[in-house]
């Protein structure tokens, strides 16, 4: 963690929430899904400070919003574009690429990209 983070608040662990914030935030994590937001914070071990390094290092356990649907769990989303090599492309309202291959529509599904 770099020591300007501890300008933004005077709690440590809030710091430590916007550092894990802005590492997982919208990312992908195979295996895992697409994390939203950090839920919580449960632990935080002791800081360490490295010769040479001016950031503190600790490990922390913590909880996080992970977007990840089951198989064949039944999702609104919009319509953003239909392509012939790519399949369908939609929007959820808050995750704005989620692709459908083509080899994966049902066999006489009525689509038809031009």
């Known amino acids: 963690m770099d020591p300007n983070n501890f300008d933004k608040s005077d709690q440590f662990q809030v710091a430590i929430e916007d550092v894990l914030n802005e590492k997982y935030c919208?990312?992908?994590l195979p295996n895992v899904g697409?994390?939203?937001t950090v839920y919580d914070v449960l632990e935080i071990g002791?800081?360490?400070?490295?010769?040479g390094d001016g950031g503190v290092h600790c490990e922390v356990v913590f909880r996080v919003v992970v977007f990840k649907p089951m198989i064949d769990e039944v999702i609104c989303g919009k319509l953003i574009r239909a392509d012939k090599e790519k399949g369908l492309i939609l929007s959820l309202g808050f995750f704005e690429q989620v692709v459908i291959p083509p080899h994966?529509?049902?066999a006489n599904s009525?689509?038809?990209v031009y």
């Open 110 to 112: 009525g689509l038809y």
């Open 46 to 51: 002791a800081p360490y400070i490295y010769p």
């Open 104 to 106: 994966l529509l049902q």
């Open 26 to 28: 919208d990312k992908v």
């Open 34 to 36: 697409l994390c939203i």
